[in-house]
């Protein structure tokens, strides 16, 4: 066999877990935006040396851009050699791939091929991949959905968390985007990934189901903070069989309390999102539950919120966006502690 290998995106993805390593030669700025599952960022040109190189291709010319361009790739191949692979075995067999002409994998392809590793480079580079992603997610996923539902506060995001300890397929998009799926749900310790991203991460999981097992997954608004469901998996799970989770409104309140403290500590933090709320509510109600919250009245103010915001808008929406609701199998949870989820859970999986 001759290295590097040069596979199609479809040779790849039929063997993407194998590969000792995955390696993206790209920028950390192109890395960050998306990547393949698992990938390392090992860019043969960071961010402030590709617009280098860049900006003399156009100014100068290409002969000296390239020169530039090439000892820069040749001393950064050299840096991940020694500090990353110097202790890999022969029989190490990474995949490199670049964005899509395959200079900057290329590049890295070759040296690690003269090396003696049995490296492959994906033709067609991050863009074929982004192809094959865009085309999976347009068609509706083989699967049978569970659709966890349930008002805000029920503990729907809890169970399937309990349901994944337990060995149920999960598919956790609130999880997968960063956010929990309200206009309340921004984490602050972590940013949502971008768009591809998310859609990368949805396709990863998707593809690891096994079609004869059932998928439980959280009925989601087609967005989930910023983030886009894909259309074909918003309609299948809309078409698909419910559960109807329910706990009593007190209990909610010590849930949201639990899972929001970020909240308790900063007030200020949790007005600013609750003027989102001003052209549904009011400023006056708005005012109202802001002054609740610097207040400290947290646990009125979240049972407000439930009564007034939260439990109509999901009313109003859950017979209409998931056709199967009216014959969910009904889940009570007597109290939020990890021995009722723990039975849920147990009821739901044997099932």
Request: glycine share 6%; aromatic share 8%; hydrophobic share 45%.
């Amino acid at each position: 066999m001759k290295y590097p290998e040069i596979l199609s995106i479809d040779q790849v993805l039929s063997q993407l877990d194998t590969f000792d390593a995955i390696i993206d030669a790209r920028s950390p700025g192109e890395f960050a935006l998306d990547h393949l599952p698992g990938a390392i960022n090992a860019p043969v040109l960071d961010d402030e040396q590709r617009i280098r190189v860049g900006t003399m291709y156009k100014q100068i010319g290409a002969f000296e851009a390239k020169k530039v361009g090439a000892a820069l790739v040749a001393k950064n191949i050299a840096k991940y050699i020694e500090e990353l692979w110097l202790e890999q075995p022969r029989e190490w067999r990474p995949l490199v791939y670049c964005w899509r002409g395959g200079n900057r994998s290329g590049s890295m392809a070759h040296i690690l091929a003269k090396i003696g590793w049995p490296v492959v480079q994906l033709e067609g580079g991050y863009k074929a991949f982004r192809q094959e992603v865009n085309a999976a997610l347009e068609q509706a996923p083989a699967l049978q959905f569970k659709v966890v539902c349930g008002t805000t506060g029920s503990g729907k995001s809890r169970l399937l968390e309990v349901l994944a300890a337990h060995g149920a397929q999960v598919l956790d998009l609130e999880q997968l985007a960063a956010h929990r799926g309200s206009v309340l749900g921004h984490l602050p310790s972590q940013p949502q990934p971008s768009q591809k991203a998310f859609e990368t991460l949805i396709w990863d999981a998707l593809r690891r189901f096994d079609p004869a097992r059932p998928v439980f997954v959280e009925a989601e608004s087609k967005k989930v903070g910023n983030l886009r469901v894909p259309a074909a998996l918003m309609d299948t799970m809309r078409a698909s069989d419910c559960i109807a989770l329910t706990l009593s409104r007190p209990d909610r309140v010590r849930l949201l309390m639990e899972d929001y403290q970020h909240f308790l500590v900063s007030p200020d933090t949790l007005n600013a999102q609750l003027e989102h709320l001003v052209q549904l509510h009011g400023r006056e109600k708005i005012t109202h539950w802001q002054a609740m919250s610097q207040a400290g009245r947290m646990p009125e103010l979240v049972d407000e919120l439930l009564a007034q915001h939260y439990d109509p808008a999901y009313l109003r929406s859950i017979d209409r966006n998931f056709s199967k609701y009216a014959q969910a199998l009904p889940l009570q949870l007597d109290d939020i502690s990890d021995a009722a989820f723990a039975a849920a859970a147990r009821t739901l999986h044997t099932a």
